[in-house]
């Protein structure tokens, strides 16, 4: 608790009110559906990263050449993956739906511009897959 | 047939005698249907307990000073129907994160100071003499703004916010929609002025869109919205070689 109070009512006469500071509750994003996906979508950062950085850790691993590398194939690393996957996609979501929010253009409703964006996340996708699948060959 | 009821649990808190706030259950009729949540209130004040301390004024949405926490969502006490609640029971409280003078009344000191820091006026580099006329304005160019403006200063859209509720140091909602507000009128010249106040690690950047803030907003102001347009703003004021530019 602490003792707070307008600076202007903290004369003499008229001491600074004691009020009650009340602190947030550990379980408050447990409360609210709302908080718990916001609390969800900055956690999926944790698993994503750690999976970048072992991606990093691969290319690192397969600069030497093709020979003596093998890729991770684990059950356990493909069930990662996965989840990873699902996280990324929940991420790309929320993040280009914010698009309807945040551009705004004259005349232009804000479906379309989120619709833009999505077109524009499966053309880019392509693209990479595309290339990838070029070099593989 | 026996007279309708209902149950309100109200926050009590003496700064002079309790530690901590407790709740108090009222049983009270549930008279007519047009009840809102102040009405209890006023019943209670009325015919039960004297004491009972909350701020009110206009009764219809406008002034924005009974919002208070029911069932744990921010709403404004005039316009929270006891029907929609009716056979459960209510629980009114302060809203959250303020601290609390008394009962259901909450500190405000801090809003008012975050207000103020942004500067809520139209600011011009140069004041046109007063026989000049008007700064006038298509409707187009008021469209640009109004959403913003609807703003009743009810700060449940701090309630709402846990960044705000973890950081008070956080600008918050609505001074960030109320800047965005004159920042988009074409009569205000004051951008340069405020952005070091919303360009702040304390500013938008502090917002990491959790979005209850527009979901509680009573007057559809959407402070969400004017945080991430103003991230884009700054983000394109910072990138762009003339993003400085004079405006
Ligand atoms: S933005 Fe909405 S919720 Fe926030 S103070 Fe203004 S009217 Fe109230
Ligand atoms: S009493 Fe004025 S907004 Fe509720």
Redesign the interface.
Known sequence: ??A???AEAADSTHPP??????E?PRG??L??R??FL?IIR?FTALPMALWLLWLLYEIQRASNGPKGYYPPSSPAFIVFSIIVLAFALYHTYTFLS?AG????IKGVPSRLIVLSQFAAWLVASAVIAAVLIGFAR | MAEKRITVRATRFDPAKDKAPRLQSYDIPFADESMVVLDALNHIKAHVDGSLSYRWSCRMGICGSCGMMINGIPKLTCNAFLRDYWPRSITVEPLNNFPIVRDLVIDMEDFMHKLKSIKPWIIRKQEYPLGAGEHRQTMDQIDEFRQFSECINCMLCYAACPVYGLNNEFLGPAATALARRYDLDSRDQGIKERLPVLANSEGVWECSFVGECSVVCPKGVDPAKAIQQTKLDTTMRFVLPYGNREE
Not at chain 1, 17 to 22: A, L
Not at chain 1, 101 to 104: E, F, T
Request: hydrophobic share 40%; net charge positive; no cysteine.
């Open positions: 608790m602490k707070l109070g307008g009110p004691r009020v009650y500071k009340p947030m408050w994003w409360r609210q709302h908080y916001y900055e914010l929010v945040i551009i705004h």
